[in-house]
């Protein structure tokens, strides 16, 4: 139920109050009352609302009898209710029962609900929790602050300070708004970024030593080289005439990448580390389970080593480039890279196996 303003019979105004209160604070038919939607000031006795509240009307004056020698005496009106002169005596000292000498609703009430003040503002209450949950809490907080003092500024007649309440309420929900864009373009570039990357270095642990292998400065090999050649039959540079060759059956390898190879399966890279020889494969995670081949190492080396064997007996150059890795202590294996989690597994087929 709407709460209602009066003005008093000194023309003060009061309130707010319930519809109920009013006729416990003297509110008469003619009181002037005002309520939140009411364009004027109005009669009580003119608000339908306020129809069960007031007093019950008092009874018509009675018109003063002819005059007579001896005037008969007054009517009784009973008891509680005015006499013709009490009635005939207008409460606010003139003949115009508006206190204002003006029609009703006369001027607007300075820091009140008058006429003349415009509707509320818009809080803009709703925007701000919005830009506050899924923006930038801080200033989205701030923005809520300010929508709620609109309300209680307007209400105390302050139409200036609800109106910049207002104006507060909506920079600040949209100054939210655009921060939290911000960050989130901010977070998506920098995941992609994070992934190019895992996705670049996926093979780092296995490349710290193919500079050594692959550098054209020999006293740079023979400083990094972790190999020991004493134990081979051949000598020092039929080793060293090995490694070339090697690497010049991998660089060959590299020129025809990427491959699909099926299954699934897109060889990527191949390089030499201290382990040997290995291919870089990209898998679809739709079609190789990373986790399943780490569960299954063993497995899989068996199938692998088969068909490495098979390969070699059908293709001299692949059983040559086995055979150098053998010679130089080198396995041969496969590194299964997922191509969206970045998961890996790597299957060596040691030297001895070879």
Known sequence: ?????????????????????????????????????????????QVPELAPYLAQPQPPVQPEPPVQPEPPAQPSYGAGYPSQDETAINPYGNQNSNPYNTPYGGPA??????????????????????????????????????ANKVGSLYRAGDYEGAEKASKDAKTWS???????????????????????????????????????????????????????????????????????????????????????VGDGITLTDCVLTKEGLIYIAECDEDEIDIDLLNQMKSTFRDVMKEELLSEAESDPDYREVMDMCKKLHLGIGYKYVGASSGKSCTIMIPYTQL
Request: hydrophobic letters at 35%.
């Open 1 to 45: 139920m709407n709460l209602y303003y009066y003005l008093n019979e000194q023309g003060q105004q009061c309130g707010p109050v319930q519809a109920a209160e009013l006729s416990s604070l003297g509110v008469k038919d003619s009181t002037l009352v005002w309520t939140n939607g009411m364009s004027n000031w109005m009669p009580a006795n």
């Open 109 to 146: 009430y300075a820091g009140g609900p008058g006429s003349q003040q415009p509707p509320m503002p818009n809080n803009y209450l709703a925007l701000a929790i919005l830009s506050t949950i899924f923006c930038c809490l801080p200033t989205g907080i701030y923005a809520i602050v300010r």
């Open 174 to 260: 949209i100054i939210s708004a655009v921060l939290g864009l911000i960050a989130t373009i901010i977070l998506v570039a920098a995941n992609i970024f994070y992934h190019s990357q895992s996705h670049k270095d996926y093979n780092d642990d296995f490349y710290s030593d193919v500079d050594s292998y692959f550098s054209d400065d020999p006293a740079t090999t023979e400083e990094t080289s972790d190999y020991d050649y004493s134990d081979y039959n051949s000598s020092s540079q039929d080793d060293d005439s090995d490694m070339a060759v090697l690497r010049i059956a991998v660089e060959s390898v590299k020129s025809g990448l990427p491959e699909y």
